[in-house]
């Protein structure tokens, strides 16, 4: 089972949004994908409807070590995509896990229970620096970092995450390490203004050795919106571009994402790809 965390140190950059597009969509290509909302202000959880939703979430998962897939494991309505709903509106996990003896690892020796099970989790986290972000980071393969195309945003971004990092590099003589940062720009529209910020952020971002800029970008396209506000994956709402439009599809936007950040998996996204597109579009991508 391969996990990634979808982190940032700031709100706003739709951390949400690239979580549950990117989960729905590895689904369908029939990974089975488990996503974890360890957000306070549970997004995720509510983004699909449920087909069936367990008794707990990941309050009992982090607090009481409850792995039972029945007590902690939603299903949603899309095949192949179950969630751990987040239920600790009061923020009282961040304070268990603070005094905890294994704090920052306990996510790291709970998730060993569902390898089995899944072959992709993706973990949602607050929109700030917590020790709940933490624990997600210290259990992953990889982590996704959405980021605004603003400049501000992105200098705060830089400078939360380099002390992140820094902070967290005494746990390596454990044995333990921070995964690669993979950034994706989220939200980038199509005008000359969002070009030029975001050459100067591939300048600003290329001279940390941690980080990794993605050549995927998420547009500031409504199907993303629309998506959030369906409950659908944003790729079922747009499959082909629009002629009226610059920026690629949605469908084409989540699967070089997912191809990008899960190379190992290409011959699923294509293969989904084939029987949504056909094979003249397929060979033609």
């Not at 390898?115 to 986290?125: E, K, N, Q, R, W």
């Not at 941690?210 to 396209?221: G, S, V």
Request: proline residues 6%; hydrophobic residues 40%.
């Amino acid at each position: 089972m391969k996990i990634a965390s979808v982190i940032s140190t700031k709100g706003g950059p739709g951390k949400t949004t690239v979580t549950a597009n990117l989960g729905a969509f590895c689904a369908e290509s029939n990974l089975r994908t488990l996503l974890v909302d360890l957000d306070t202000q549970p997004s995720l959880s509510s983004f699909y409807r449920l087909e069936h939703e367990a008794p707990g979430g990941t309050y009992e998962l982090i607090s009481q070590n409850q792995t039972r897939a029945d007590q902690v494991i939603s299903r949603t309505y899309i095949p192949n995509l179950s969630v751990i709903l987040s239920n600790d509106p009061h923020n009282q996990l961040s304070n268990m896990l603070l005094y905890a003896a294994d704090g920052r690892l306990r996510l790291k020796n709970l998730v060993a229970a569902f390898a089995d099970d899944f072959d992709l989790m993706l973990i949602d986290t607050q929109g700030a620096r917590s020790i709940t972000l933490e624990t997600a980071l210290l259990c992953s393969d990889l982590a996704i970092s959405p980021i605004t195309p603003d400049m501000l945003a992105a200098r705060e971004f830089y400078r939360g995450t380099q002390q992140l990092l820094k902070d967290l590099e005494p746990l390596s003589v454990l044995g333990v390490h921070t995964p690669p940062l993979n950034i994706v720009i989220n939200k980038l529209d199509a005008t000359n203004d969002a070009s030029l910020i975001y050459q100067s952020l591939v300048e600003t971002l290329a001279d940390h050795p941690r980080l990794n800029l993605l050549n995927t970008t998420i547009p500031a396209a409504v199907s993303f919106r629309r998506a959030a506000t369906e409950g659908v994956p944003a790729h079922r709402l747009e499959y082909r571009q629009p002629h009226n439009r610059r920026s690629p599809a949605a469908f084409s936007v989540i699967r070089a994402l997912a191809c990008e950040l899960f190379p190992e998996w290409r011959g699923h996204f294509d293969k989904l790809a084939f029987e949504l597109l056909g094979a003249h579009e397929e060979l033609a991508s």
